[in-house]
């Protein structure tokens, strides 16, 4: 309507008074409903191209969109064992920090395998006590064995010595019982050696893996025990939160609130939908501006800091049938990241705030290039100077928003 009352101040118009005074046409008797049509083709037909033609270079140099909102982050308090709730430490709507206990889940069980754990522990302890007793009888029976060995040695010795000189008192059924007792006492010594060694065995390696075994069962069932209670990864507020002891929470299919963070990155960040028309014209470091339903009567000043490079409508996930482009039920738009021009200007806007924004082509920087013709001179200062019909535009749509909002649709 804007775009329209301002070209017909230049064609409509001055037709008309040139009918009016430069013809002597009146209004009611030769300018009249029937015949204004005629009376004022050039001008009418004149204001019809030159309001599309501006309003085509409005929107696409200019281009606006309804739909941007800035984003924020939530985190879904989900527990990571399911179970019935035990305690409740924070209500609805609370604010708490990185660290503070949410919540607790019946651990019962989980306590029993710790218990079972930590007895474990005392168990493998108390075996190497027994091996440790083991390993002194064990020395005990080497000493012994070695002891009788070295008897039965000498014996032997003795007898062969006698043997030697002759002596009638020496049998060789009595060197053969003693050679026998030898062998005997011999393998009764490596068998001490051996139980020794398997006792050390265990002691050194059995029992340290069962140790280590029983340790890592008990880290295990403490770690299981720790899912029990929930605590707040960051700090922020507590939404959505309705649990009460009893109920039961599940990390799948019942989770048991969300939690909004204070500090998020990206809060002064707002993305924007652009028709894909403008994907030639916008550019990071363009300037736009921006109101929003939550900060009404106001403008705040922005910049294009992003563009996205790729359009969501295109988005391929593989299936088990091939995509056919008609299929696309719209098409996308181009996703546009922009920030307040000045800190502090948005601080006070809540994320996920409604808003609407134009963005807007700047070419001086073109404008002072000496080599520009002057066709395309012109051409760009009419681009720059229609920019004000859209900034009067949004201004308008801010100052008439509170009566569209709560009048017309009752919100």
């Known amino acids: 309507m804007l775009e329209l009352m301002l070209c017909s101040l230049v064609t409509v118009l001055p037709d008309f008074l040139f009918r009016r005074f430069g013809q002597g046409k ?91 754990a930590r007895r474990q522990i005392a ?69 001490a050696e051996a139980q020794k060694a398997a006792v050390e065995e265990n002691i050194g390696v059995l029992i340290p893996a069962q140790k280590a075994s029983a340790e890592a069962a008990l880290k295990q069932s403490e770690a299981e025990l720790a899912k029990t ?30 939690l909004v963070p204070s500090e998020f990155a990206g809060r002064n960040r707002f993305a924007a939908g652009f028709g894909q028309l403008t994907a030639g014209v916008i550019k990071p470091g363009m300037y736009a501006e921006m109101g929003c339903l939550t900060k009404p009567f106001t403008v705040i000043p922005m910049v294009v800091v992003e563009v996205q490079d790729v359009i969501p409508s295109g988005q391929v996930r593989p299936t088990d049938a091939l995509r056919d ?34 963005a807007y082509t700047n070419n001086h920087g073109i404008l002072d290039d000496p080599d520009l013709s002057t066709g395309r001179w012109l051409f760009l200062h009419m681009v720059d100077t229609v920019g004000l019909v859209h900034a009067l535009i949004l201004r308008i749509q801010m100052l008439l928003m509170p009566v569209q909002t709560l009048v017309f649709t009752g919100h």
Not at 54 to 66: G, K, R
Not at 150 to 166: H, I, P, S, T
Request: aromatic share 8%.
């Open 26 to 116: 009146r209004i009611g008797q030769e300018i009249n409903f029937f015949s204004v049509w005629y009376e004022l083709r050039w001008g009418i037909t004149a204001c019809a191209i030159l309001t599309v033609s501006l309003i085509t270079m409005v929107f696409y140099y200019h281009p606006a969109s309804t739909s941007v909102a800035s984003y924020f982050r939530t985190v879904t308090i989900l527990p990571e064992t399911g179970g019935r709730v035990s305690e409740v430490h924070v209500e609805n709507n609370q604010l708490v920090e990185a660290g503070d206990l949410l919540f607790r889940i019946d651990d019962a069980s989980q306590q029993a395998a710790v218990e079972t």
């Open 123 to 191: 168990e493998v302890d108390a075996s190497l006590a027994v091996a440790g007793a083991d390993l002194a009888a064990a020395n005990a029976g080497i000493e012994q064995v070695s002891a009788a060995l070295k008897q039965a040695q000498e014996d032997l010795a003795r007898n062969l010595e006698l043997k030697e000189r002759g002596s009638s008192a020496v049998r060789e059924t009595e060197i053969e019982r003693l050679e026998n007792l030898v062998a005997q006492r011999a393998g009764e010594l490596d068998a």
């Open 229 to 258: 209670s929930v605590f707040a990864g960051t700090a922020g507020r507590v939404e959505q939160f309705a649990l009460q002891v009893g109920d039961y929470v599940n990390p799948i299919l019942r989770p048991a609130g969300i």
């Open 325 to 358: 482009p008609q299929d696309n039920r719209r098409p996308g738009t181009l996703t546009v990241f922009m920030e307040p021009l000045y800190d502090g200007q948005a601080d006070d806007l809540p994320p996920g705030s409604t808003c609407i924004a134009n």
